[in-house]
């Protein structure tokens, strides 16, 4: 089972990798209104993403479950400064790291899973789900970019 979500995984990375790619630096900077993340700020978040849910996949797959914080995702971008980024930068950054990711997923043991990962406050869900939600989160973001970048 892990390495079919491995090939999965590996699968949305690279059509994610594709999309993004096509995004200018140009239309990467500017946010679509007051308030909303610009396009580098998006995959900024997304770099975020997978930071924190190595930690998680990687802790639930050795100790057989996880329990940590929650992320805060506007805290971690404006500390970041991935406004500033050059977008190409991130995106190969954002790559880089789930290839790390897709490797650890194809070695986790089968049993692993289903061990319940805890995050803040939220109700405890498995592994297995927080490694599918993991790219289904991948999924949205993409899309958001994909299409303000074609409006």
Known sequence: MPAELGKKFRKRIAAADAALRQITEESSQKPDSEG???????????????????????IAALNGSYTGPEYDGPAWVRVHGYAQLPFAVLVEHWRSHNEMLANLVDRINSEALSGVCRISNNEPVTLQFLI???????????KQITERAAT
Do not use: I, M, P, Q
């Open 36 to 58: 909303v993340w610009s396009r580098k700020e998006v995959v900024g978040h997304l770099l975020d993403s997978a930071v924190n849910n190595h930690v998680r996949f990687a």
């Open 132 to 142: 599918e939600d993991y790219l289904d989160h991948l999924d949205h973001h993409v």
